[in-house]
């Protein structure tokens, strides 16, 4: 959540910035309301799918419908429980004498049966989309009439807009079958990865279904039940389209789920800003991607990499451009009008935090440029219209600089002035050419180095030193993926742009006692086997070359190139504005945006999603206590990776890989060293 700086907003400048208070969800009572209300809700389609199940056949269907009629699908919420009931009732018959011994049970059973389907709705809305609390979930869950697909078109029209999403997208039909899977599993189904099965291949043949179960009433005909079987049979035979296109999933249950969603209510009261924010970001983190690829070289053919400083620090996206130019126009300028006072090794990697925070500050940055070109928005509807125009923008600059954390904001604010009436090219171009710092001048501002004591200086050049060494082997590492990725895909000629993206704490923490001393590490260190990272290749073939492209690779955190070698390494597309991200678990926790390949496997898609939803340990770790062997939870992973998306303040460990000598003076004075802060 963003809250307006009191300090900051003087005159008409409204500055916005990490709200104190994160935790945005209702009361306990009032969530307690919600979810009995979500019930009722249930409780209604449950009262008429079983009136027209009322059959003589208790033992085929009414114990079934007991048993594993949850309320989980891809169709209106009476037609899924019938659906349910129905293919459940086409296994292996219930012995009679059983049925007639449980059929006293059934009110308690019933109850049971309703709640558990609540806590599968509530799983596929979460499992569907990231950044969602169970909270947030029943809410829209509300709004829908308890119809999961309705729910889920009202999440995407209130985090941007339905243009942005793509129903037939690989990204989209892997969500979809993540949902379900963990929606059965939730709802404590019997066989949940057959019943999700069952959904995903009924997906392109809904219409006869709907049209089947619409003849179900009371003292229906048993062939209506062998009608659906071979319904089921018949289009879970037909194959899949080829690998390139895209499997669809989702396309005809969204149609279908359009029509039922016409008389939901719209959102209008509830304001998740929470959510809304992590989206935005999700898409300023494209655009920081994209601009990346599209980084022009520095004069005198000098690498790119060149620029990686003045991005971190000051390339932000806000500007009379597209969001993309403006991180490019912003970096190549503060490159120029501030150049770095030292000048180290170029590196081939940005730091992952930084990034982020950079992306971070930017988000804050034209929240305050709305709010100041419009004073009567707030916060939350600054973050709407952000998504709806995808970050374009046109003044306000100084209020977005303060927000931003620009270390220069006047300067800045004057410079993106004088640019209103040029075109992208023309600034590129200007800033690209000798005697641009001349054109663009800084006003009299000028880099100073920083004073600081001998020790703490010595600490932060042997940090430094330290996050170098790291990334280097890093990028080695990453280097070696796309050479083995090369020699399988021969043709081609492929070079590192530059690892834009790391997370390190990929399938973990594994403290099992045989793997720590196998090791030889200590203890109370979490253990993670492997890393998910992003990077920019160039790709040239012949005489032909084309702009960098965007990859994904899975690789071992142990200096194990054969390990590596069995591992993942592909390309990737960039992710469009608004577009959901293929789920990792791994890091959504930590709250580091790595974009994952959608046709792919890789750890944190599935798997560890579905244990989670079980309350299952990934690793049976012996050095954990009683009280914290649930690691990842939905709304762990919330809490845990919130800091990371708020994150504006300070600079991490790894800024200090751009620190040299010249950035710093070195203090003489007699003043006590101990509280000198860095």
């Known amino acids: 959540m963003a809250s307006l700086c009191p300090k900051a907003s003087t005159g008409r400048l409204r500055v916005y910035s990490p709200a104190l208070e994160y935790d945005t969800a209702p009361w306990k009572k009032e969530r307690e309301h919600d979810r009995g209300f979500l019930l009722a809700k249930i409780q209604h389609h449950y009262k008429e799918a079983l009136e027209r199940l009322t059959v003589r056949w208790r033992s085929d269907v009414q114990l079934r419908f007991l048993d594993e009629g949850i309320c989980v699908g891809l169709l209106d919420p009476v037609s899924r429980i019938i659906a349910n009931t129905l293919l459940a009732a086409t296994a292996a018959p219930v012995d009679s004498a059983s049925a007639l011994a449980d059929a006293a049970d059934g009110p308690r059973r019933r109850g049971y049966l309703e709640r558990r389907s609540l806590d599968g709705l509530v799983a596929f809305l979460t499992c569907f989309f990231p950044y969602l609390a169970d ?9 829908a009439e308890a119809d999961p697909l309705v729910a889920a078109r009202i999440v995407v029209e209130d985090r941007g807009g339905l243009r942005c999403f793509r129903a037939g997208s690989d990204a989209t039909a892997g969500a979809l079958g993540l949902a379900l899977r ?46 659906f079987q071979t319904l089921v049979k018949e289009t879970a035979a037909v194959p899949p389209p080829p690998a390139p296109s895209p499997t669809a999933l989702l396309v005809r249950p969204w149609e279908l789920a359009a029509g039922r969603g016409k008389q939901a209510i719209k959102v209008t009261s509830y304001q998740h800003s929470w959510s809304l924010r992590r989206v935005l970001l999700d898409t300023i983190h494209g655009f920081y991607l994209q601009a990346l690829a599209r980084m022009p070289p520095p004069p005198a053919g000098g690498s790119p990499s060149r620029y990686h400083r003045s991005l971190l620090k000051a390339g932000h996206c806000y500007g009379p451009f597209d969001p993309v130019t403006n991180i490019i126009v912003n970096t190549i300028w503060y490159e120029a009008a501030f150049p770095p006072l030292s000048r180290l090794d170029e590196l081939d990697i940005q730091g992952t935090l930084s990034l982020m925070r950079i992306e971070a500050r930017s988000f804050y940055g034209l929240v305050s440029f709305l709010c100041t070109d419009d004073h009567d928005l707030s916060a939350h509807q600054a973050m709407r219209r952000l998504l709806e125009t995808d970050l374009s923008l046109e003044e ?28 992208a090219e023309a600034v590129v171009l200007s800033l690209l050419q000798d005697g641009s710092q001349r054109q663009f001048s800084s006003q009299g501002f000028q880099q100073q180095p920083a004073s600081i004591f001998p020790r703490r200086f010595n600490g932060i050049m042997a940090d430094g030193r330290e996050q170098r060494r790291a990334h280097k082997k890093i990028f080695r590492k990453v280097k070696a993926a796309l050479s083995r990725y090369e020699k399988q895909n021969p043709g081609y000629s492929y070079q590192l742009h530059v690892v834009c993206g790391v997370n390190q704490m990929v399938s973990g923490p594994d403290n099992r006692e045989e793997f720590i001393m196998k090791l030889g590490k200590h203890p109370d260190i979490d253990y993670y086997h492997h890393m998910h990272a992003n990077f920019l290749v160039s790709v040239g073939g012949g005489t032909c070359s084309s702009a960098p492209i965007l990859f994904f690779a899975e690789l071992s955190n142990y200096d194990d190139d054969e390990r590596d070698g069995h591992l993942l390494c592909c390309p990737v ?24 390949p959608a046709q792919e496997r890789f750890h944190g898609r599935e798997a560890e999603f579905e ?68």
């Open 135 to 143: 909270w947030e979930a029943i809410r829209y869950l509300l709004l």
């Open 182 to 227: 963990c929606a059965t599993v939730a709802a404590r189904h019997p066989r949940p990865s057959q019943l999700a099965d069952v959904w995903l291949a009924l997906s392109g043949g809904l219409d006869k279904a709907v049209s089947l179960l619409s003849a179900v009433q009371a003292n229906f005909p048993r062939s209506i039940i062998s009608s």
């Open 396 to 423: 306000a600059f100084r209020a977005a600089a303060i927000a931003a954390w620009h270390p220069m904001p006047d300067a800045q604010a004057g410079f993106l002035s004088s640019c209103n009436a040029m075109s």
């Open 573 to 596: 597309d960039f992710p469009p504005p608004g577009a959901e991200p293929v789920r990792c678990l791994f890091c959504e926790h930590e709250g580091i945006k790595i974009v994952h």
């Open 611 to 678: 244990k989670m939803i079980r309350g299952e340990e990934l690793y049976e770790n012996d050095y954990y206590p009683a009280a914290d062997v649930e690691v990842y939870t939905s709304e762990r992973m919330l809490r845990h990776s919130e800091f990371v998306a708020h994150w504006v303040y300070g600079i991490p460990e790894e800024d200090r890989m751009y620190f040299g000598r010249n950035d710093f003076i070195i203090r003489t004075d007699d003043s006590d060293e101990d509280y000198d802060d860095g």
